[in-house]
Nanobody
Framework: QVRFVESGGGLVQPGGSLRLSCSAS????????IGWFRQAPGREREGVSC????????YYADSVKGRFTVSKDNAKSTVYLQMNSLKPGDTALYYC????????????????????WGQGTQVTVST
């Protein structure tokens, strides 16, 4: 059974940092593009980043470019999202998921291509 579990969220002050983890079981991370998404209250879920399985390239949304960094530890079957210089606008429930149709990320790829959504981890940026 495939399962993704997100962790590492919490409450942080503006300008602070958090590292989120996305632990996968039941599949090989290297076989799928892995996306990070977030959903703030009252807003639609949006893509944050995507790690390609084909060449390791990473796509970032403009809103997080230069502040967020994705990495992967194949031995631990875990993908990380390092978030620096956090802003109140980053407050959201963060999810990871696997793209079953692509090994290379495509900006704007529809979310229905993704599966195995975890339960999410809450990030709150506030004073």
């Amino acid at each position: 059974q495939v399962r993704f579990v997100e962790s590492g969220g919490g409450l942080v002050q503006p300008g602070g940092s958090l590292r989120l983890s996305c632990s996968a079981s039941g599949l090989t991370l290297g076989d799928y593009a892995i996306g990070w998404f977030r959903q703030a209250p009252g807003r639609e879920r949006e893509g944050v980043s995507c790690l390609s399985a084909s060449d390791g390239s990473v796509y970032y949304a403009d809103s997080v470019k230069g502040r967020f960094t994705v990495s992967k530890d194949n031995a631990k079957s875990t993908v990380y999202l390092q978030m620096n210089s956090l802003k109140p606008g980053d407050t959201a429930l963060y999810y990871c998921a696997a793209n079953l149709m692509r090994r290379r990320c495509q900006p704007g790829a529809p979310q229905h291509e993704y599966a195995y959504w975890g339960q999410g981890t809450q990030v709150t940026v506030s004073t």
